[in-house]
């Protein structure tokens, strides 16, 4: 029995229309510290030279993150109408805080730099600052001295050579700093590549 007219034209459209999803595995992540806590990271402690491939690593080894959301703060507004309780918006309220996976290369590059960005904001590298010393303290850094001006997540598919403007979403993540490095676990059974999370806050 022959297909309707039509009919082969309505399939190829369905196919370009919802066969071609975008994935999860297409992603880049880019990393800025700030000037005054590059000073800290390449500081004799931690032994890292950031350099351009230095940037390079840090992006290529992020093995997990999310894209950032958004939600509305509403305020209870009841019997405007009637028997009716509704909902209004008053805010918009964005996350401030993602968590970043990354695969630590055999120099421990990937924590040495998180360390070191979140010793530059404690000023941990001073000699003032001893922690087999009771009575030693450190002093916290201004936010503006220790907060990235541009950390980015960029999702795009694998067909980047598309002439459309929808090829990629680019989300830019302003006054970002490592807030937490989460306990990484290491054992003595079968080995497996060893990964650590950040926790990033932001403005």
Partial sequence: MAAPKGTSRLMSELKSRIMTPATTSHYEVYFLAPDRVKDTIQGSRYKLNISSDTQLLIALSCTDTTLPGSSFMTHEVT?????????????????????????????????????????????????????????????????????????????????????????????????????????????????EILKTTVTMSFI
Avoid: C
Avoid at 83 to 97: A, F, I, K, L
Avoid at 101 to 128: C, H, P, Q
């Fill in 79 to 191: 019997n405007d109408i009637q028997g009716v309780t509704e909902q209004h918006v008053y805010r918009r309220s964005y996350d401030n805080r993602m968590d970043f996976t990354f695969m630590v290369d055999r120099n421990y590059s990937i924590l040495r730099f998180f360390e070191g960005w979140m010793a530059g904001i404690t000023n941990e590298d001073k000699n003032s600052f001893d922690p087999t010393n009771k009575g030693s303290r450190y002093l916290v850094k201004f936010p503006e001295h220790y907060q990235a001006d541009y950390i980015s997540i960029t999702k795009f598919e694998k067909d980047v050579d598309r002439p459309d403007e929808q090829t990629q979403l680019q989300y830019t993540l302003i006054g970002a700093y490592p807030i937490a490095i989460n306990s990484t676990p290491i054992t003595y059974e079968s080995s």
